[in-house]
């Protein structure tokens, strides 16, 4: 039996056996990290005695927890400490809703990162009622290499959540068979942006460059649709070796190629398609990369080498929100601007608004922008006789 927990409300009284330790000398753990936070100097035993109130005022001293009780406590105590973190900033206009929103979310992650737990070289949590992780982590993380690991809980339990995902598949529209996701890739839950390649015309026979592949959802719905050939590329390992599986999965291997490289492949295709990360605000950790793009980097850099990366006769394929421009990160005009700057032009678009459940929360900080979101589909040519 679990020893018994006290109501997360009941958080006041400090447990007495919490002291403070220091690694013993060369007593070795791996860190992990997704904001690449540095390894934690010191860690602060804690069990199922600890109430949420004590526990912030901890963690917001600094300290990090080491959580050893019982395993669904634990997640009972994440909970009620993000339900204490709930901001009340009033905003004026979507931009400062939106800040807010990310200051907040930025605040819980910090926070709730310090509450730790320990897995032994086996990748085993020895944590009461714990459920087993060690295939979740060889799959993010491959074999051990220290006698402990140390992970923040929320991101060992977004790691579970990740491989079961991966276990079960995910059916998109449009996809024959079932995607299977990897941690830390983007999951494209959202179908909107997927839906409007269905109706792409003049798929059959083209060679393609799918830049910022992720899952490689877009690469095999046009390779099942008769494209002869993807080559996708992404800067995040991660991704590479998600789509390699994926293609694999779905019989596409042999007209599937997936690079690590920052953006463009070498040479030429007939479609060069791009979902790129849709929000010009600088990411705080290595997931936020997919949809945070500072400074519209990522963007600019496509445009800027699609014309040199058609095939002629070629066409790229914009998949971009204007959930940037509703919330007043990006002026009205400003794609145009770029098309301009890179000798582009667009021969035709396609639209869909958003359909995700965040445009419709009313209760949601940002539904005033998120409500009125259109994802839309460019089809860019250069300019004939363009320099």
Same mark, same amino acid.
């Given at each position: 039996?679990?020893?018994?927990? *006290?109501?997360? @409300?009941?958080?006041?009284?400090?447990?007495?056996?919490?002291? =403070?330790?220091?690694?013993?000398?060369?007593?070795? &753990?791996?860190?992990?990290?997704?904001?690449?936070?540095?390894?934690?100097?010191?860690?602060?035993?804690?069990?199922?005695?600890?109430?949420?109130?004590?526990?912030?005022? *901890?963690?917001?001293?600094?300290?990090?927890?080491?959580?050893?009780?019982? &395993?669904?406590?634990?997640?009972?105590?994440?909970?009620?400490?993000?339900?204490?973190?709930?901001?009340?900033?009033?905003?004026?206009?979507?931009?400062?809703?939106?800040?807010?929103?990310?200051?907040? /979310?930025?605040?819980?992650?910090?926070?709730?990162?310090?509450? #730790?737990?320990?897995?032994? @070289?086996?990748?085993?949590?020895?944590?009461?009622?714990?459920?087993?992780?060690?295939?979740?982590?060889?799959?993010?993380?491959?074999?051990?290499?220290?006698?402990?690991?140390?992970?923040?809980?929320?991101?060992?339990?977004?790691?579970?959540?990740?491989?079961?995902?991966?276990?079960?598949?995910?059916?998109?529209?449009?996809?024959?068979?079932?995607?299977?996701?990897?941690?830390?890739?983007?999951?494209?839950?959202?179908?909107?942006? #997927?839906?409007?390649?269905?109706?792409?015309?003049?798929?059959?026979?083209? !060679? #393609?460059?799918?830049?910022?592949?992720?899952?490689?959802? $877009?690469?095999?719905?046009?390779?099942?649709?008769?494209?002869?050939?993807?080559?996708?590329?992404?800067?995040?390992? /991660?991704? #590479?070796?998600?789509?390699?599986?994926?293609?694999?999965?779905?019989?596409?291997? /042999?007209?599937?190629?997936?690079?690590?490289?920052?953006?463009?492949?070498?040479?030429?295709?007939?479609?060069?398609?791009?979902? =790129?990360?849709?929000?010009?605000?600088?990411?705080?950790?290595?997931?936020? *990369?997919?949809?945070?793009? +500072?400074?519209?980097?990522?963007?600019?850099? &496509?445009?800027?080498?699609?014309?040199?990366?058609?095939?002629?006769?070629?066409?790229?394929?914009?998949? $971009?929100?204007?959930?940037?421009?509703?919330?007043?990160?990006?002026?009205?005009?400003?794609? +145009?601007?770029?098309?301009?700057?890179?000798?582009?032009?667009?021969?035709?678009?396609?639209?869909? =608004?958003?359909?995700?459940?965040?445009?419709?929360?009313?209760?949601?900080?940002?539904?005033?922008?998120?409500? !009125?979101?259109?994802?839309?589909?460019?089809?860019?040519? =250069?300019?004939?006789?363009?320099?």
């Amino acid at each position: 039996m679990p020893p018994p927990r *006290r109501p997360a @409300s009941d958080g006041d009284t400090p447990p007495p056996a919490d002291r =403070p330790f220091s690694l013993a000398p060369g007593e070795a &753990f791996t860190w992990h990290s997704e904001s690449d936070a540095p390894a934690p100097t010191r860690l602060s035993p804690v069990d199922d005695r600890l109430g949420a109130d004590a526990a912030l005022k *901890r963690l917001r001293r600094g300290e990090y927890l080491l959580y050893t009780g019982d &395993f669904h406590n634990a997640k009972q105590l994440l909970g009620a400490i993000t339900r204490r973190l709930g901001h009340s900033e009033k905003a004026r206009s979507p931009l400062e809703a939106f800040r807010a929103e990310r200051r907040a /979310r930025h605040l819980e992650h910090e926070t709730l990162s310090r509450i #730790v737990v320990a897995l032994d @070289s086996s990748y085993r949590l020895g944590l009461a009622r714990a459920p087993d992780v060690a295939l979740a982590c060889r799959q993010v993380w491959g074999e051990p290499e220290a006698p402990a690991t140390v992970v923040p809980l929320k991101q060992l339990l977004g790691m579970l959540g990740a491989a079961e995902w991966r276990r079960k598949g995910l059916a998109v529209p449009g996809l024959t068979g079932l995607l299977h996701p990897h941690y830390g890739v983007y999951l494209p839950t959202r179908t909107d942006y #997927v839906e409007l390649l269905l109706s792409l015309p003049h798929v059959k026979g083209k !060679r #393609v460059f799918d830049v910022g592949t992720g899952t490689g959802v $877009l690469s095999f719905l046009l390779l099942q649709r008769g494209a002869e050939s993807v080559v996708a590329t992404d800067c995040d390992a /991660r991704a #590479v070796a998600c789509a390699r599986e994926n293609a694999e999965r779905l019989g596409l291997a /042999r007209r599937f190629q997936a690079l690590e490289a920052d953006l463009f492949p070498e040479g030429k295709a007939d479609l060069v398609i791009s979902n =790129p990360p849709w929000i010009p605000e600088p990411p705080k950790n290595r997931v936020d *990369r997919a949809v945070f793009d +500072e400074d519209s980097l990522f963007l600019r850099r &496509f445009l800027e080498g699609l014309p040199s990366h058609l095939a002629p006769g070629g066409e790229g394929l914009l998949i $971009l929100s204007n959930l940037a421009v509703l919330l007043g990160l990006r002026p009205q005009g400003w794609l +145009e601007e770029q098309l301009t700057r890179c000798v582009l032009t667009v021969k035709w678009t396609r639209s869909t =608004p958003a359909r995700h459940s965040k445009a419709k929360d009313r209760s949601d900080p940002l539904h005033a922008a998120r409500s !009125r979101e259109v994802t839309t589909l460019y089809c860019l040519v =250069p300019v004939p006789g363009g320099a």
